[in-house]
Each structure stands twice: as C-alpha cells, then as structure tokens.
C-alpha cells in the first residue's frame, strides 16, 4: 500500500479545520479563558478551508483518495465552502451570544469545528463506512453543543434528547448499511446506482438502502422522524440551533445526494415514491404546525421541517437539475437561517426565555437595522425574489416536474403560500405594529452585526446572479 | 431448513447448559444461613454501612478516561501485527492517531480531569 | 483599442457611480466635506472613461455593435416552454456611446453646482449618494442591450427621482410631488410592462437584437400585426410616462420641488430623456402605425406644454413646460422617421437645458441669498415678476442664459438651430409623404412659442430694471464652482462642437453616428424606408430653415414688444382673453381633470361598493337573519337534541384523537421512537404493496 502526498492535498480542507480544532483545544488547555484569540481562530481556520475548497471547485474532475475511501471533486468542495459558511457566521454570532448567556469556554470552538470536520468527512465519502464515521463525528459534537448551556434545563433535555434519539437513528444507518454490505459484498457508495438496477428486488439490499434513508431522515428531520427537532431547536444554544439547522442538514442532504443520487433512485422508482411522501408530508407537517407558534425559535424548528421537504423534493426528481437546486437551496439555506436564528440570539433576553412574535411587535422602531435584516431573511425564506430563496425553490420544484413529480411541486408551492403567513407575520409586527416597549432600543455587536450583513449580501447577491453558484454546482455532477 | 437443525439444537444445548450451571448449587447444596454468611464480603472486614451510597464524580470521570484510552489502545495491536506489511502509510497513520489523542490527553492533563482535588 | 478592452471600460463606467453610492450612503457623512469630492471625481473618473469610449467606438469601430452577454440565469426545462437561459447584457453602438457621454457630463457639471447650490443643506451626504445611484441607473439604462435590464434601470431611476423630488421632504409639497411622479410613472410603466411581458412570451428572451431577428424572420406577437403594433404602443406608453408625455405630462412641473441641479440632472436632461432613448431603442420594431401614434403624441404634447408655458410666473415652471415641449418635439422627430434628428436634439437639449435649469439655479441662490438678507420669507424667489435688472449683477448668469435661450429658440450659430431644423424639416417631409400636414404645421407653431416665452424668460429676470433696490444691492453672482459648470455648458451650445456647417447638421458627426436602424418589421406595415424619407426631407431644409428662422424671429419680436418696450399690455390681453388665458394658467386643467376622474372616480366608486356594503348586503344578511331566526326557531329542537348530539360527538371524538396525538407531543423521548418506529413499520407495508 502506498500513500502519495496527493491523498492528503485532497483533504486539505479537512486537514485545516481538524488541526484548527486541536489547535483550540490546546490553547484552551494551556490558556484558559482567552476565548477572544480562539474564537479568531477558529474563524481563521474556517476561512482557509472555505478559500482552499472554493479555489478547486471549478472545472474539477471527480476521483478518490485514501484508497477509495475519501472523494474529491467538485461536490465534496462546494459542500465544504457552504459548511465552512454555515461554521464561520455560526463563530461570528457566537462570540457576543455566549458572553450573554455566560457560557464562555473555548471547547465550544473546537467542538464546533469538531463537527464541521465531521460535515467535510460526509460530503466527501467514497464509502458508506467513512460516512458514517463523519456522520458520528458530527453527531457526537452536536450533542454536547445542543447541551452546552449545562445551567439550563432545557438546554439539558435538548442535549439528552438529541443524543438518545440520534444514537436510535444511528442504530437504523449502520444496520442498513450491515444490510446493503450483507446483499452486495462492497461498501463502496459509487456501487450502490448499479446494484440499484440489479437487485431492485433483493429484499435485504431495498431494506438496507430504506434503513440508510431512515437514518438520514433522521438527520434531516423530515416527518415522521421530525419529532425530535422543535425540542432540540428550541432547547439549545440559539446560535447553535442555527448551525445544526444549517450545517447539520446541509451535511445530511449531501448524503442524500450520494447515496441516493439520481442514478441509483431511477432504478428504485419505489423508494422514491416513499421519498415523495415523506417530502409532500414534511412541507404539509412543518408549515401547518409552524403557523400556529408564538415562539420565534420553535417556529424556525418546524419551518426547518418544511425546508427539510422542499429540499426532499429537489433529491427525488432524480435528475441533474433537482440535484443541482438542493445544493443552491442548502447554500441559500444556510445564510438565511443563520441569519433568522442569529436576528433571534441577539434578540434574547439572556434568561434562557425564546422571543415571542409579541415581542417583536415594533421593533423597527428600536431596531431598524436588525428589523431589515430580519425581513431579508423572512422574505427570502419565503421564496421571494431577487433573494436567494426564491431560486432555490424554483430549481428544486422544476426539478421534480422534470422527474414526474408535478404533484409534489404543486404541494410545495401552496405550502411556501401557507409558509408566508408566519414569515411575512414577524415583517408585519415589525413594521407596522406598535410595541410595549418604546424606548430600549436594541444594541447590536458588531462581529453579530458582520455575520448578519454578510448572510444578507449573500441571500442578494445569489438572488441577483444566481448563476455565480450555478456554474459551480454544474460542475458537481 | 434441514441444515438449520444442528443450530438448533446447539442454542437449545446452550440454554440448557446455562439454566443448569446457574442453578445447580441452589438445587443440590444444603442450605444453613446465619448472619455473618448473609452479611457483604468486604475481605474479612466488618462492613460498617450501606454499600448503596454516592461516589464523587471523579470516579466516573477517570473510569471514563480510562475506557477511552484503552479502546484506542486496542486499535494497536491489529496495527503492530500488521506493521512490517503496512510500511511507510502504517506508520505516518499510527503517527497521526497518537497525536490526535495525544492532544486530548494533553488537555484532560491541563484542565485538571487527572487530579483528584 | 479591442472590443475586450472597450467594454470593461464601459463596464467600469456603469460600476464606478455605484461604488461611489454605496461609499457615500454609508460612509458619506463620516467623510471630510460630507463626501462631495468623492461622487464628483468618481462622476468625472466615468465621464472621462466615456469619452474615452466614445472616441475609440466612433474612431475604430464605424457602425458596428459591441455586445457582452452573460447567462443571468439558466431556468434549464421550464414547463411549457423548454429550456430557457435568460441571457443579460450591455452593448456599445454609437448611440449608447453618445449617451454615454452626455449622462456623465451633465452629470457630472450637476455634481459640481451641486457644490455650491446645496452648501450647508441637512441632508448634504445623502443628496450626493442619491445623485450618483441616478447615475448609475440611467448609464444601466443606457448601456443594457436586453428589455430587462433596460426595465430595471428604468425603475432604478424612478427611484431616485422619487427621492430627489422628496429630498426637502418635511415640505408637503414636496413630497407630495414626489408620490405623484412616482404613481404617474406607475401607470406608464404598466404599459411597458406589459409589452416587455408580450414579448417575451414571444420570443423567450429580453435581447432586444434577438427579438428584432425575430420578428425579422416573421414571427410576430401572437400571429399578428395588430399585435406588433400594440406591443410597439405598449413600450411607448413607457416612454410617455418617463418623458413626460401627453396625457402623462402632469408630474413632471411638480417635481419642480426637488432642487434645482435635479431639475437641471434628471428632469431636464437625461432622465426623461429616457423615453426618447427608449424609442430609438425600439425603433426598428415600431410600425407605421405604432410610429403614428408616436409622431402624434410627441406633437399634441410640444402644443399643450408651450402653450401653458407662456402664462407660468414660476421660472422653474416655465422651464419644466419648456422641458415637456422638446421632449415633445424628439419623440416627434422619432415618430416622424427623423431618427437621428430626434436624437441629435436629445444631446444638444441636454446641454442647453441642462444650463437653462442652472441658470434659474443660479438666478434662485441668488435671489434666496438677498431676500435672507433682508429677512424676507413672504417673497417667492422663483416667480419672474419678483425679478428683473439681474443683468448687472449676474453677468456670468446673464450672458450663458442667453446663449441657452439662442439654442432653444433655434437661432443660427447655435446647436439647437441645427438640431431643430432637422426635426422640422422631417416633419414638412413626413406631412408631405403621409398627408399628415398637421404635425408640421405644429412643430413650427410650437417653435414660434418657444421663442416667445423664452424671452419673455430673459426680458423679465435679466432686463429692465429691479423692484426693489435695497435687495438688489444684495445679489451676488454665484460662485465660480457654480459658474463654471453654467460656462460649459454654453460654449458646449454652440454649433462647432456638432457640425462644421453652421446651416446643415446633415454632415454633423452625431447624425452621421447615428444612423436610423433598418426597420424589422414586415413591408406592410413599415413605415418609409429611409432612403425615400431622407430623399424628400433633403430639398424641404432650406424651406424649413426659412419658416423656423421666421416663426422664431416673430416670436422674439412679439417677446420684446409686449415685456420690452411694453407696446401691447400683457395683462390687458389677458384680462381680453379672460377663459382662455385661464385656461392656459391652469395649465389646461388637467390636474383638476384628473383629480375630478380618476381620483374622485376612485372613491366614488369605493363610496359605492361601501354603500352597497352597507345596505344591500346587510340588508341581505339582515333579511337572511330575520329568516333564520324563524327557521332557527323551528329547528331549534332538532338542533339541541340531533345536532349538539353531533357536535359533541365530534368534540369527544377529536378530543380522544387530541389526546391520542398529544401522547406523541409530551417531550418524551420514548414516545418519539414509538412514532417513528410504527411509521417505519407503516411505510415497510406500503413499501410492500406498492
């Protein structure tokens, strides 16, 4: 066996953001409490990484590294820039949120790039086995993150409950892929489209593939195994519930993307009916639900649900253009709810209590600059344009008309009608409603400030030229 | 299924063998208790109370540590039987493997986890 | 110089005044001097590059078209239609270059009287970022060479006219002027939405070379000619909303308001300018119908704005009446077929009106300095008859003023005379291929006014001598980063700068530039073709320049006889003239008319349906509910035994499903996983049996 050099410049992304990591715990080790140098760091090392995976990401050519374990090209790349995004503004908002809830510690950067090490290894699995290890690694920080308000009830149950449901949908991934190995003998993720056409009916093969698409329901929080994600949403650190419903799902989706690619679902015209279901019954779960929440947070929790179907929708079109609008949806994604969850971490109080839509009545008066944020990112998630949104949506429902799926997108195009109504509700109570509070007006640090205008530029500038990321998602498959 | 019978009868012989093994003293020992028989072995000790109480964290967390090292440990001996064979790439990986663990070992070291007050 | 190069500069021409808003609106204030020297050499950097532009494009490049496009967009199958790339761009002929040229320029000398005139203004910063946002839309507007960035930049720039009309916004007045020129814009753009809409629906692209290939090979909106036509009309209508056409006319005197480098900027020289680009633009899709109504509008609007300008006290009215009427002479010109007439007229319009508006900028700083001087705020300093005698204080003022009025007025030596005369002689050309004699009969009639009130301008600000002496002694000549500008633009009105003939602009390097664009559209509907247009308008110049010369030479004289030398008494035929006059004074009553149809019509019919609301329909629901009511009554034991029988079974059943649904909603985990697992199991069954 021989390792060339070559193995490891393909993963030099996740090279950084692993030896960043260590990095911070280190100095967190040997300097205890200068959480200002690690949280720059932290920032630094992501930055790197993002730069490092965008410069490779045009024109590259697909291959592996590490003997078939670890994939490069295109996809694993663009991933790793929207994960290093999703990871970056997470580091920006954080900084000013964790003072305010008292939960300055510096573990909680290495933790966090712990998971974005973890995303990176999923986006660039050549094999079912490295995936799970990066869907572990993930996993496993995202526990500790979602209970890292250790003084707080609720952050404990979410980290509880996270833990004890993520290690049952563990259970569902590994015995499907135990299966998948079982019927084929390999683990190799670039066998599965051609076992897809030849054992479309061996049992333990279609059962194994299903319990690898529980597993990663799970992840996504897709009905009906969303159960856990307004608990977990809600209960968790708010800048960390953004990067879980960012990150976490983006490095999900990729997974969808790979092992369920448009090949392999061709040949399984069965498994995508039921993956037609569980999307058309997400967006119609996530959006009913979501419109009768008076908590901001837990309204995003169920909105997530619904993304969750819409991007679902993208995966079961099984054809180039659903792909390619599931990863300009989860780029867009990812800035505006950061964005949304990032306006809320700043809009807590510090006691641990979420916002209600109440309180958020007037606040363009107190807040102008929060408020017009705010409505970017609400106006976006909604799907109108010229922001991002909009044409994420549009790819991935064009996309399931183009694969026969022209109920499907008819569903998630009243759901986005249904969804304005508890978007366009907060822009309403912003804007033209008069609040309790008259005279607090809201302070807004300036590293959150940063974090929120460079999610708001980039839901605009995506809107305005979305082909600046279409021609690289071009490039992924 | 004819060839599933050995199975069964090996699970059956299984069953049976354990049931027997964990009852038999009971079925054919003589049975005379008196206090000091039924009291806690504690090696010739006098127990002085309850043994149900709580223990400080610090156990938890060193027994904690000690599982993980010693999983990671497991993973050397595949490696060290392997070595001549897995050459250069064995060698750099293992390198690898033990700084990454040499850096929490580093930090649990430095935060304390080690030091019993 | 390679077409690479040539379109990243004009690229960079766009950008640069964006960037330069984007550092003003939030940076501006922090900045030394608020900023004011970086939108001005940030303009002047654009101007430079244009020229730049315009000079290598004429020199290297004749009549080619330099294009650069990139895919906005790809909507790869879209249902119905196919695979559909919306594909953006600009490109660079020699009208774009020309217009280049003059968006910066004036702009740029606006920026610099802006210096001066907006000295010491709250909001100082801010004025200048908004100056260079119009900046960067109109040369959007200007370079786009696709319907949807064009429409873009033709909303961009409503934008920023709506903030500079409403820039003093705490006066009413202002911003109130500034709704209504937005609002009146609305409905014209509604127009060129929709035909923006029908074409597309076409042709599947914005790219306005596409479509005119398009409709070249025969295809037309819907089948039809009838439909080319009205899409032809329907971009029009854009034009007469931006340009201030009949019957869109009405905002344009109101957003007065803004400050006057504005006026002189955006509602003088290039933004209602806009509509006549935008006709030049499309000509080549225009029909001979569709150009009738264009040559017919232009002409009733150039009429009903002199004539209303002749009875304004307000300068700036007069000058705004003034600006609606050339505009109505241009989109004339263009409907007439005079193609490079009309647009030579935009350029050489843009230079001396745009000094016209700094000239009453100038008289109105000047004026508002001396009455603070003296603590008077009853006295309005921009009503003519408050004027007079400005000659000996304003010199610089005075001189560049009358240069600009020779322009306008078309008098020989200037470069309205020659642009002028080349409209008019299309029009006796037109009237004399077509049979329609009353456009020229217009166009020199509407000279013949023009002459007049523009003097009646000069003779009442300048000559003569001033009411009141004590504020006399206090008028100053503005300063120099003001006269400046006002120099300019006066030496650029005269006519060497567009031709060396003095008398024939056929030889000038703009019209020879500018070539009318061969028209796409079928034979049958075409209007002339060029060379049979150009062949009958060649002999009628020397006529045209006879009639024009005289028309405007009347007009001056009857200016002098009745301001001058005061031989016929202004008000005394007025008072004559009783309805007529106050006709014109109010301005043909249009706004009245419009208030009385569209406005009350509106809340009469909203009073109606309320009316109807109130009575008719609760008078419905009341009888309803008086019938009810014994229905109810009858019913009433059903209802209690059968219904609420019903009912409660409902409440009881949802309330079981409630609470069967709630055991899953606890926040238990092991529940969680109860739901999970049966749907796995419920899915496994499905799975089976599909």
């Known amino acids: ?477 | 299924m004819e060839q599933y019978i050995p199975i069964v009868i090996m699970i059956g012989v299984g069953a049976a063998a354990g049931i027997v093994f964990t009852n038999i003293n009971r079925w054919i020992g003589p049975k005379r208790p008196s206090e000091e028989k039924l009291s806690t072995y504690e090696s010739g000790m006098e127990p002085v109370r309850s043994a149900r109480e709580r223990f400080s964290v610090k156990f938890y967390l060193v027994a904690m540590l000690f599982i993980v090292f010693d999983v990671e440990i497991v993973f050397m001996y595949p490696w060290a039987v392997l070595f001549r064979q897995l050459g250069m790439f064995g060698f750099v990986e293992m390198v690898v493997f033990i700084a990454i663990l040499l850096v929490g070992y580093i930090y649990i070291l430095k935060k304390g986890a080690l030091q019993w007050h | 110089m390679t077409p690479d190069t040539l379109l990243t500069l004009a690229v960079a021409t766009l950008l640069l005044p964006l960037c330069g808003f984007v550092l003003m609106i939030f940076f501006g204030k922090r900045l030394p001097r608020q900023g004011d020297w970086l939108s001005t050499s940030v303009i002047a950097v654009s101007l430079g590059m244009a020229v730049v532009i315009l000079a290598a494009k004429i020199g290297s490049y004749g009549g080619e078209t330099l294009t650069l496009n990139f895919t906005w967009v790809d909507l790869h199958n879209v249902p119905l239609i196919g695979p559909l790339p919306i594909i953006l761009g600009v490109a660079v002929d020699n009208l774009t270059a020309v217009m280049l040229v003059v968006v910066t320029l004036i702009s740029t000398l606006v920026h610099l009287f802006s210096i001066g005139y907006m000295h010491g203004d709250i909001r100082y910063s801010r004025y200048f970022a908004y100056l260079g946002f119009f900046s960067f839309s109109m040369l959007m507007i200007v370079l786009a060479n696709n319907l949807f960035l064009l429409y873009v930049g033709w909303e961009l720039v409503g934008i920023s006219s709506y903030l500079l009309i409403g820039h003093w916004y705490e006066k009413k007045s202002a911003s109130n002027a500034a709704i209504k020129a937005f609002l009146v814009n609305r409905v014209g753009d509604f127009g060129f939405f929709l035909g923006i809409a029908m074409l597309f629906m076409t042709f599947h692209t914005f790219g306005l070379r596409e479509i005119f290939e398009g409709i070249g090979a025969g295809r037309l909106p819907f089948e039809s000619n009838w439909w080319l036509t009205a899409a032809g009309v329907l971009l029009f209508c854009g034009a007469v909303g931006k340009s201030a056409q009949f019957p869109l006319h009405v905002w344009l005197p109101d957003a007065m308001e803004g400050p006057t480098p504005v006026s002189a900027l955006i509602h003088a020289a290039t933004m209602v300018a806009a509509g006549v680009y935008l006709v030049a633009r499309i000509f080549p899709l225009m029909t001979a119908d569709a150009l009738l109504v264009v040559a017919y509008i232009g002409a009733i609007t150039a009429f009903i704005s002199a004539t209303i300008a002749i009875t304004q006290n307000d300068i700036k009215k007069v000058l705004a009446y003034s600006t609606i009427s050339q505009l109505g002479y241009m989109i004339m010109g263009l409907g007439v077929g005079a193609y490079s007439a009309g647009f030579f007229h935009l350029v050489t319009h843009a230079m001396f009106k745009a000094g016209l508006f700094l000239g009453s900028g100038s008289i109105i700083h000047a004026m508002h300095n001396a009455l603070h001087h003296e603590n008077d705020h009853a006295t309005d300093a921009q009503d003519l008859r408050n004027m007079g005698g400005l000659r000996k204080a304003m010199p610089v003022t005075f001189w560049t003023f009358v240069v600009y009025t020779l322009a306008i007025c078309g008098v020989p030596l200037t470069s309205g005379f020659l642009s002028k005369d080349e409209i008019l002689a299309g029009t006796l050309a037109f009237g004399g291929m077509s049979g329609h004699v009353i456009i020229p009969v217009i166009g020199f009639l509407v000279a013949g006014l023009t002459a007049f009130y523009m003097f009646r301008v000069v003779i009442l600000a300048f000559l003569g001598d001033h009411k009141d002496a004590a504020r006399f002694s206090h008028l100053r000549e503005s300063p120099m980063v003001m006269t400046i500008p006002l120099v300019v633009l006066a030496i650029l009105s005269v006519f060497v700068f567009y031709s060396f003939n003095p008398f024939d602009a056929s030889d000038s390097w703009i019209v020879r530039a500018v070539g009318r664009p061969d028209s796409v559209v079928p034979p049958s509907m075409a209007a002339p073709s060029t060379e049979a247009f150009e062949e009958a308008a060649h002999g009628l110049h020397g006529t045209a320049m006879l009639l024009s010369l005289s028309v405007a030479g009347i007009g001056v004289l009857f200016a002098f006889v009745t301001y001058y030398w005061r031989k016929i008494n202004a008000d005394a035929v007025a008072s004559a003239l009783g309805p007529a006059y106050r006709f014109l004074l109010n301005k043909w009553y249009f706004d009245e008319i419009y208030q009385a149809v569209i406005v009350n019509g509106t809340l009469a019919l909203s009073r109606i349906l309320r009316w109807f609301d109130g009575n008719i329909v609760d008078g419905l629901v009341n009888g309803t509910g008086w019938v009810t009511r014994g229905i109810s009554s009858v019913s009433g034991m059903f209802d209690t035994y059968v219904v609420d029988g019903i009912v409660n079974l409902t409440g009881y059943l949802s309330g079981v499903g409630g609470l069967a649904l709630r055991k899953f909603q606890t926040g238990r985990v092991q529940s969680y996983v109860i739901f999970a697992v049966l749907s796995v199991m419920v899915f496994y069954f499905v799975f089976r049996l599909i």
């Not at chain 1, 950067?109 to 995936?131: K, N, P, Q, R």
């Not at chain 1, 419109?291 to 180039?320: C, D, E, P």
């Not at chain 1, 009608?417 to 008259?438: C, D, H, N, P």
């Not at chain 1, 979305?466 to 690289?472: D, G, I, T, V, W």
């Open chain 1, 1 to 477: 066996m021989i390792m060339t050099p070559q193995d490891y410049i393909a993963a030099l992304p996740l090279g950084i953001v692993a030896v960043t990591a260590f990095l911070v715990l280190l100095i967190e080790a040997f300097r205890d409490g200068s959480v200002r140098v690690t949280s720059w760091l932290t920032a630094l090392g992501l930055a790197a990484a993002f730069f490092v995976a965008m410069t490779r990401v045009f024109g590259a050519a697909p291959g592996t590294a590490f003997f078939g374990m670890y994939a490069t090209g295109a996809f694993p790349d663009l991933m790793t820039a929207v994960f290093c995004v999703s990871g970056i503004l997470t580091v920006l908002l954080s900084s000013a949120y964790l003072g305010k809830e008292h939960l300055v510690q510096g573990e909680y950067y290495a933790v966090l790039l712990s998971a974005v090490a973890g995303m990176i290894m999923m986006a660039a699995a050549a094999d079912l086995v490295f995936f799970f290890l990066g869907l572990e690694l993930m996993s496993i920080a995202f526990y500790i993150l979602a209970g890292f308000a250790r003084g707080r009830l609720m952050s404990n149950e979410a980290g509880l409950k996270y833990f004890l449901l993520g290690a049952f949908s563990t259970g569902f991934l590994l015995y499907g892929i135990a299966l998948v190995y079982g019927a084929t003998g390999r683990t190799a993720i670039s066998a599965i489209p051609s076992h897809s056409l030849a054992l479309a009916h061996s049992p333990v093969f279609v059962v194994g593939l299903a319990l690898v698409l529980v597993g990663l329901l799970f992840k996504v929080a897709a009905f009906p195994f969303h159960m856990w994600a307004p608990d977990v949403y809600e209960g968790a650190p708010t800048t960390v519930s953004g990067f879980m419903a960012t990150g976490g799902k983006a490095a999900a989706f990729s997974g969808f993307l790979l092992i369920f690619s448009p090949l392999a679902l061709n040949a399984l015209p069965t498994l995508s009916d039921v993956i037609s279901l569980i999307a058309a019954a997400s967006m119609i779960l996530g959006n009913i639900v979501a419109v009768s929440q008076t908590s901001i947070k837990r309204m995003l929790a169920y909105s997530s649900i619904a993304h969750a179907g819409y991007i679902l929708a993208g995966v079961v079109a099984g054809n180039r253009m659903g792909a390619e609008g599931v990863i300009f949806y989860l780029a867009a994604y990812t800035l505006m709810n950061i964005g949304a969850f990032g306006v809320v971490s700043i809009l807590e109080s510090g006691d641990g209590t979420g916002v209600t839509y109440d309180e958020c009545a007037g606040l363009s008066r107190r807040a102008p600059v929060l408020s017009g944020l705010m409505a970017v990112f609400m106006f976006s998630l909604t799907g109108i344009p010229p922001f991002a949104g909009f044409f994420g949506k549009y790819y991935v429902f064009a996309g399931a008309i183009g694969g026969g799926y022209t109920w499907l997108a008819i569903i998630g195009v009243l759901m986005s009608v249904v969804s304005a109504s508890y978007y366009l509700r907060l822009v309403v109570l912003m804007y033209f409603k008069e609040g309790t509070e008259r005279n607090s007006s809201v302070s807004v640090p300036a590293a959150s400030l940063a974090a929120l205008v460079i999610a708001a530029i980039g839901l605009l500038g995506l809107g305005l030229f979305p082909s600046l990321l279409l021609q690289l998602t071009a490039w992924c498959f």
